[in-house]
C-alpha cells in the first residue's frame, strides 16, 4: 500500500510555494466530536465503530473530498502506519491501538482526517510553502460540509468541545513548519522559542520524538483555541511565522558577512559526506542535509535541486527506506540502504 | 442518676429521641433541658430544617456533579489525565473546569464559527436533552437553572406543536 505515494511529487512536501525556502509548509487542524457519542478514548469498541462506519456513509458527500482513500487502521500494516507517520498525515497517537481508527487520505495529501484519534475527527488540511489562508479555506469547507451530516459537539459559550481542554473552542490547531538552520547556528534560535512560548505559541521538533529539532526544522503553532476567532488565529500565526522567517533571514545575513568561509566549508563538507558515506544514522543525515538546503538558499551550491533534498528529508526515514527497498530492514541495515540511497540521489546529478 | 449532658445534676427529665431509626433515651437535668428545649425549637423552625436538608445536600452535591451520567467520567478521572469523555463533561464539571479553560485560554468567550447544525439541534435534540438538564438541575438544587429549563421547555414544545 502507499507505494504510489512515494512518487508524489506535488504534495505539501514539494518544497513548493510561497517563502517555501525558509516555510517549509503549513496545516491547519480541526477537532471535532459526535455529540451523542463519548470521546474515543472513553467509547467503546462497538460506539468507535459506528461512528467510523457513520463517516464512511457520508464522506463521499463532503466538499473538497474528491480523490480520497477511506482506511480502516487495523487494516493498514505496522509498517505503513509507520510510512503515513513520517509524512506526517496521522500522529504517533494514531499509531496506538489501531482498531476502531480510521483515515481518509487525499492521494494528494494535502487532506487527511484521522478518525478515533484523541477526538472523534481530527481534519487536517496541509500545503507547501507558507499558505494557512489556503489550509484554512479547504477545512473549513468539509467542516461545514461535514456539519450537514453529523451534529458535533457545540456549546454556544464554549464552542466546539474537545477531549483535551487545550483545544475546546475553535478546536482550531494551525502550525508552520519552518527551516531555521542560522538562527540555530548563531544560537539565537533559544531567544526565539523563549519569547514564543511568552506569548503563547508552542515550538517543537519537527523530526523525531520530543523536543529535539532535528535537522533544525521547528514546527510554531498556536496554543490558544478559545477567545479569539478561527481566522484571528491564523491571522496571529501568520504574523508570528513571518517574524520568525525575518529572524532567520537576519541570521542567514549575518553569516553571510561574518563567517562566509566557514559556511562554505561547512556545505562542502556536508556534500561530501552526503556523497561518500557508508553508514549514516538518520541524526547525522538531517543534520548534514540541512546544512546543504542552507547552502542551496544562500547559493553557495547549486547543482542540486530543492526538490531532490526535500525529498531526502523525508525518504531517509526508517518506514520510507523499508518501503523503498520493499522489505524489512534491521536497525544496521537502515544505516547502510540510507548512506546507499543518499549517495545515489546525490551522485547522479 | 446523673444528667447525660453536663454529668453534674441530677436528670430529672426523660427524653425519649429517635435519631437514625434508633431510639435514644436521654436523662437530662433542669439546666440543660432549658438549652435542649431550645434547639429541638429551633430545630422545628423550616429554615432549620431546609439547612440540614441543604446541608446533607451539600455534600450530595459534592459528590452527584463529580461523575459525569453519560459517560462515567469521574472528576478525578479527569484529573488525572486532563482529558474529557464526552461533550456533557462540559457541562458537569463546569464549576470546577471553567478557572482551568481560563488559565489555558486566558479567555471564556467562544467567539469562533457558529456550528452549521446548531439550528437543527436545537428542534430535533433539544427536548430531550432539555429533560435531561431539567432533571439533573433538579437533582443538584439549581432551582433558578431549573426554573429557566422548564420555561425553556415549554416554549420549545409549543413551538413544536405549532411547526407540526
Known sequence: ?349 | MLCDICHKNIATVHLTEIINDKVVEMHICQNCTKAKTQELKENLTIPELLTGLIDTNETHKKEVPLKCEFCGLTYADFKKKARFGCGRCYSVFKVQIMPLLKKIHGSLTYTGKSGINMQKDLFSNSVKELKVRLERAIKLEEYEEAARLRDELKKLEQKEKLSR
Not at chain 1, 497517537?93 to 495529501?109: F, Q, T, V, W
Not at chain 1, 466546539?160 to 494551525?174: E, F, H, I, K, M
Not at chain 1, 531532490?308 to 518506514?319: D, E, K, S, T, V
Open chain 1, 1 to 349: 500500500m502507499f507505494e504510489e505515494l512515494l512518487n508524489n511529487k506535488d504534495t505539501w512536501l514539494s518544497g513548493k510555494g510561497p517563502f517555501s525556502e525558509i516555510i517549509f509548509s503549513s496545516r491547519v487542524r480541526l477537532a471535532r466530536n459526535f455529540s451523542d457519542y463519548p470521546f474515543p478514548l472513553r467509547a467503546t469498541t462497538i460506539q468507535k465503530e459506528k461512528i467510523l462506519k457513520s463517516i464512511e456513509s457520508v464522506y463521499t458527500k463532503v466538499s473538497n473530498l474528491k480523490n480520497v482513500i477511506f482506511l480502516r487502521m487495523e487494516e493498514v500494516s505496522e509498517i505503513d502506519r509507520q510510512f503515513l507517520l513520517e509524512r506526517h498525515l496521522i500522529s504517533q497517537e494514531h499509531m496506538r491501538a489501531a482498531k476502531g481508527k480510521g483515515l481518509i487520505l487525499s492521494l494528494d495529501e494535502k487532506i487527511a482526517l484521522m478518525i478515533n484519534e484523541e477526538d472523534h475527527l481530527r481534519m487536517q488540511a496541509m500545503a507547501s510553502g507558507f499558505d494557512l489562508k489556503k489550509c484554512w479555506e479547504t477545512i473549513n469547507t468539509i467542516d461545514d460540509s461535514m456539519a450537514q451530516f453529523v451534529n458535533f459537539s457545540f456549546m454556544p459559550n464554549l464552542g466546539y468541545l474537545t477531549s483535551c481542554p487545550t483545544n475546546a473552542g475553535t478546536a482550531l490547531r494551525a502550525s508552520c513548519m519552518l527551516h531555521l538552520p542560522a538562527l540555530t547556528f548563531t544560537k539565537r534560535i533559544n531567544k526565539v522559542l523563549e519569547l514564543l512560548a511568552k506569548i503563547s505559541f508552542a515550538t517543537r521538533g519537527f523530526f523525531g520524538e520530543g523536543t529535539q529539532a532535528l535537522g533544525d526544522f521547528f514546527q510554531i503553532s498556536n496554543q490558544i483555541s478559545l477567545g479569539l476567532s478561527e481566522p484571528e488565529v491564523i491571522d496571529n500565526l501568520a504574523g508570528v511565522v513571518n517574524q520568525v522567517k525575518e529572524q532567520e533571514i537576519d541570521a542567514r545575513e549575518i553569516l553571510l558577512k561574518k563567517h562566509k568561509l566557514g559556511l562554505e566549508d561547512n556545505v562542502w563538507r556536508s556534500f561530501g559526506i552526503l556523497r561518500n558515506c557508508r553508514l549514516v544514522s538518520s541524526k547525522e543525515a538531517l543534520s548534514h542535509l540541512s546544512i546543504l538546503s542552507l547552502g542551496l538558499d544562500l547559493g553557495i551550491i547549486n547543482s542540486i535541486s530543492r526538490e531532490l533534498l526535500n525529498n531526502l528529508f523525508i525518504i531517509i526515514q526508517p518506514a520510507h527506506l523499508q518501503k523503498i527497498e520493499a522489505r524489512v530492514l534491521r536497525e544496521g541495515e537502515r544505516d547502510f540502504i540510507r548512506a546507499q540511497i543518499i549517495r545515489e540521489k546525490l551522485n547522479g546529478i
